[in-house]
């Protein structure tokens, strides 16, 4: 009985020690355990993956994904990261610059910034295309001039009202349609994802007059092209009181977790502890610095079950990121299998 219990531990959890961590690889591959059928199994795998939606809102995305290996979600997270497109500014033409930032520093800072904009309504800019077209650009002038403000108090020293437009945010950018895209997008819809951005700072004299192309692309090619702010993933926490802890113990033990985690009841007029949510633990390992109450915790992690969290720059809702990444991840599985029957007919 003792044996079967720790091979499914090791089979399903990942224990966190004092000193170590423990089962970290995957084993159920088959014919490592005997008595366990490991084989890969599409009715199997289809009655026990599901994904639960934990929280949403504009910008980010909460899901537990359930049932899958660690590979599978390692490509799923890359996949949002570096290869759903977006687009950005590519190239910058720079038509006067008095300002103390370089050209270069100021084209790196505009490709940065995240314009919204459905890259799905846009196709590749063919390589070595100098001029864009109404399919494959966006364009944008950035054009601001800083002076003087007449009607500032003599005494002032405050640049705000001293100077005029002495700030430069990225509501100065203004969208240039090319070709039939006036018609095809609402004004206002292609836009910066953000309007209070600074791009630069002037004074009185200086000014910044540009031109910017925006192209689709992916940040495989250039960190821009992201269309997330962050994408990782956490396995589910799973903590094991192994003895009743009561009393000041009990207050105790639930300081040394993240807040919510371990719950203090009154039960016959005495404290008891009991794990309420362990999913909001970060596992700081806080407990194993506790000589007494060390022994009676057992911290572990399930391992086929991950929280995802996927934040968005705004380019794209983020279920529509995650939708995206799921096709793109369809797209190489049918890469794979035409190279697969190709290599079959040679």
Request: proline share 5%; glycine share 6%.
């Amino acid at each position: 009985m003792a044996a079967a219990q720790a091979v499914e531990e090791m089979r399903s959890r990942v224990v966190l020690g004092e000193f170590g961590v423990r089962n970290v690889h995957t084993t159920d591959f088959p014919g490592n355990y005997s008595g366990y059928d490991d084989a890969w199994d599409q009715e199997r795998f289809e009655k026990n993956f599901r994904v639960d939606v934990v929280h949403m809102d504009e910008n980010s995305l909460e899901f537990d994904m359930v049932g899958i290996d660690a590979a599978i979600a390692n490509a799923f997270r890359r996949i949002l990261l570096a290869e759903v497109p977006t687009m950005a500014v590519e190239k910058v033409l720079v038509y006067n610059n008095t300002s103390i930032v370089q050209d270069e520093i100021l084209a790196h800072r505009l490709g940065l910034i995240p314009i919204l904009a459905d890259p799905r309504l846009f196709e590749y800019r063919n390589q070595g295309d100098e001029e864009g077209t109404e399919i494959d650009t966006l364009q944008f002038r950035l054009q601001v001039r800083c002076t003087r403000n007449p009607h500032a108090a003599k005494d002032s020293s405050d640049p705000n009202e001293l100077y005029m437009n002495h700030k430069v945010y990225t509501r100065h950018m203004t969208w240039i349609p090319l070709g039939n895209q006036a018609d095809l997008f609402p004004e206002g819809t292609i836009r910066p994802v953000h309007d209070d951005i600074l791009i630069a700072q002037l004074r009185p004299g200086q000014e910044i007059d540009l031109l910017m192309h925006c192209v689709k692309g992916i940040g495989k090619d250039h960190a821009k092209f992201s269309p997330v702010a962050t994408a990782s993933y956490r396995l589910l926490p799973d903590i094991t009181l192994l003895e009743p802890v009561e009393g000041e113990a009990a207050e105790e033990l639930s300081r040394c977790f993240s807040p919510g985690v371990i719950e203090v009841q009154e039960v016959q007029g005495k404290k008891v502890a009991r794990v309420a949510n362990p999913r909001l633990d970060t596992f700081s390992r806080e407990i194993f610095r506790n000589e007494k109450l060390k022994k009676a915790v057992r911290l572990a992690r399930v391992r086929d079950h991950y929280i995802f969290s996927v934040e968005s720059t705004g380019v794209l809702p983020p279920d529509v990121l995650v939708s995206e990444a799921i096709k793109v991840l369809m797209g190489k599985c049918r890469r794979f299998l035409d190279e697969l029957d190709a290599v079959q007919m040679d």
